[in-house]
Each structure stands twice: as structure tokens, then as C-alpha cells.
């Protein structure tokens, strides 16, 4: 056993396709390491485990709130120890991620919570096994999670995916991506959940199917394009499909003026492309950047009144498959 052991897990974000991929289009989602989620484990004082949320000023343990996620996790992790009671831990918890900004911060909570103790008691686990224990929290959590949050965390890796039925776990692969890509995000400050968006979509998908299925394949058709664009390393013309998908976003009616204020900031500072990224309404947008390019779109992200923004790179990160 360690003294001490401390894991990370990065946030997310959808790069393209969010809401299209809801009707069977594929979609993109990145890992965003310039923010984590941390876990730090040492021994505890008495028998059991108690959790310190130190952003939320918050102390428990974990056997008096058994609904709650890491509780969930800490079950599927405990059925691989030696038989016996548990030994006395802590483990503290810290994270960078926006909470309820459509970036992972639950699942990365999660997955920093679930290797932090694995590696303090000796335990390998793999990408894969905290993948499948954060989805069992997330479930426990959000009832039909998309299966993406938990494997880009848990991965590191960027993705492509694509559902296949109501709650089932979608198909993912690895992204095929030769260089960097730098992104710009750019907080509104505008919390609209998922849910709502998503259930608003519905509704106008009811009343409007030829149309709104006409969006969603060709939101589906930019997104194969982003995708063979990075495999060739054009970032320009990746920007221009990140632009054109913002379009129909538009038109599947997810934007709001809060948004539009910023994306049209970061391409007037030079974005190669910018859009709206996960459930919309509000939330988060992103920018495709030249390198060079991030210091002007930040400035002009902060002064069209983003409470927050995360320039990130991402990589193709290490070559293993990733199992589902
Ligand atoms: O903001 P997020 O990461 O929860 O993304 C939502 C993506 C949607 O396509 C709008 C919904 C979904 O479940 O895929």
C-alpha cells in the first residue's frame, strides 16, 4: 500500500454532432485535459471510507449516502479486494471541470475517485474497467447516460460514436488524429440542461420529421467530413464543417443569442471554425484555433462576456483500442 496516491481524469467535450446523434448520426467527443478532476487517497482514521468534496467544503462517508454515485463505484471497485473489512480510507476530491457544463465533471469525479483508491491498494485496473464502473455511476446517476462521458474520461482519447437504440451503449472508436488540435472554449454561463434541449428537440422532430431528419443527416454528412479532414490534418477545412454544423444547429433551434454573441467573436479573432457544443440552449461553445491563434479568440471570448474559457490541445493520445 501507498502512503498517498493521486489520479486525474480530464473533462470532455462533443466536438460535433450533439443532437444528431440522438436519430443515429455519428458524433465526435475529445477529452479536455486542460482541465481534471483529481483524487487523493491516504489512510483514513476509522474503519470505512469518507470523502472530502474540498470545492464543496462537504465531508461524508461513503456507507451513509449508498445512492450516491461514488458509492456506486466504490461497490464495484471493493468486489475485487481480498475478502475483509475495509481498511480505514480518505479520499479527497478536487476538480477544474465547469460542473453541469455538458463537460464531464461527473464521470471524471468518478473515474479520478475510482483509480486513486485502486492504485493506493495495489489493485491494476484498466481504461476499460473504470470505464465500465464510472457508466454503472452514471447510471445510478442520470438513469440512460450515453456511454461517452465515462469512456472519453477514462480513455483519454478522442472519439467517434454513433447509437444504436434507445439506452444502448453506442459504438465508439478511436479518432484518427495525426496532429494537435487546439481548442478554445467558451463558457455562457447560461445553464440549460441536457434534458430539456433534448426533449425540446423531440418535440419539434414530432411536428416536423422530413425536415428534421434532412438536418440531422446532414449534420451526419459535416461530421464524416470533420473526421476525414483531421485524418488528413486540414484544419481549415474542419473549421469550415465545425461552421457549417453550427448552421444547422441553428436550424435544429439549440443555438441562443448568448452563444451566437460568442462564436461570432471567435471567428472574427480568427477561429478556423466555431460552434455550439453538447446540449446548447446555453452552456458551451468551442473554437478551432491556428496554434498561434488562441491568445486573440480567448481575449475576444472574455470581452463578448464568457464567464470562463479553457484553451486545450488534443492529441490522439496512447495507441490502446478502446473496449466497451
Ligand atoms: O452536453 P452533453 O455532453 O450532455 O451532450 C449532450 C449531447 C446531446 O447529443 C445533445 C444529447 C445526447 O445524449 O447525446
Known amino acids: 500500500m501507498h502512503d498517498l496516491f493521486v489520479a486525474s481524469a480530464p473533462g470532455k467535450v ?27 487517497v ?14 464543496l467544503g462537504e465531508v461524508w462517508r461513503v456507507d451513509e449516502r449508498p445512492e450516491h454515485p461514488l458509492a456506486t463505484v466504490w461497490s464495484a471497485l471493493r468486489v475485487r479486494l481480498p475478502v475483509g473489512p475495509p481498511p480505514a ?6 476538480s477544474t471541470i465547469p460542473i453541469a457544463g455538458g463537460m464531464g465533471s461527473g464521470a471524471a469525479i468518478s473515474a479520478a475517485f475510482v483509480r486513486a483508491l485502486a492504485g493506493y491498494l495495489g489493485l491494476a485496473l484498466d481504461p476499460a474497467d473504470v470505464s465500465g464502473m464510472v457508466y454503472e455511476a452514471e447510471r445510478q446517476y ?3 447516460p450515453s456511454g461517452i462521458d465515462n469512456t472519453v474520461v477514462s480513455f483519454g482519447r478522442p472519439i467517434v460514436y454513433r447509437r444504436h437504440g434507445e439506452g444502448a451503449v453506442p459504438l465508439m472508436e478511436p479518432l484518427a488524429l495525426p ?3 487546439r481548442l478554445v472554449i467558451g463558457d455562457t454561463g447560461v445553464r440549460a440542461p441536457t434534458r430539456v434541449t433534448v426533449a425540446a428537440v423531440r418535440e419539434r422532430w414530432q411536428t416536423s420529421r422530413q425536415h428534421f ?4 443527416t446532414w ?25 457549417e454544423n453550427q448552421r444547422l444547429l441553428q436550424e435544429v433551434g439549440v443555438s441562443s443569442p448568448e452563444l451566437e454573441r460568442l462564436i461570432t467573436a471567435a471567428r472574427r479573432a480568427g477561429a478556423l471554425g466555431a460552434k455550439l457544443s453538447g446540449g446548447g440552449g446555453g452552456g458551451i461553445m468551442l473554437a478551432l484555433v491556428e496554434p498561434t491563434g488562441a491568445g486573440m479568440v480567448e481575449r475576444a471570448l472574455r ?12 492529441t490522439a493520445g496512447p495507441g490502446e483500442s478502446i473496449v466497451v
Open 14 to 40: 462533443i466536438l460535433c454532432g450533439e443532437h444528431a446523434v440522438v436519430y443515429g448520426q455519428m458524433a465526435i467527443a475529445l477529452p479536455v485535459s486542460a482541465v481534471a478532476a483529481y483524487a487523493t
Open 42 to 55: 491516504r489512510a483514513g482514521d476509522r474503519r470505512g471510507l469518507v470523502v472530502e468534496a474540498a470545492d
Open 89 to 94: 480510507l480518505h479520499v479527497s476530491l478536487r
Open 142 to 144: 442520470h438513469g440512460t
Open 179 to 181: 496532429g494537435v488540435l
Open 213 to 216: 431528419d434532412a438536418l440531422f
Open 219 to 243: 449534420i451526419g454528412e459535416a461530421v464524416e467530413g470533420v473526421r476525414a479532414a483531421l485524418r488528413a490534418d486540414d484544419l481549415r477545412r474542419a473549421g469550415r464543417l465545425l461552421d
Open 303 to 314: 470581452s463578448a462576456g464568457a464567464v470562463r474559457v479553457i484553451v486545450t490541445d488534443v
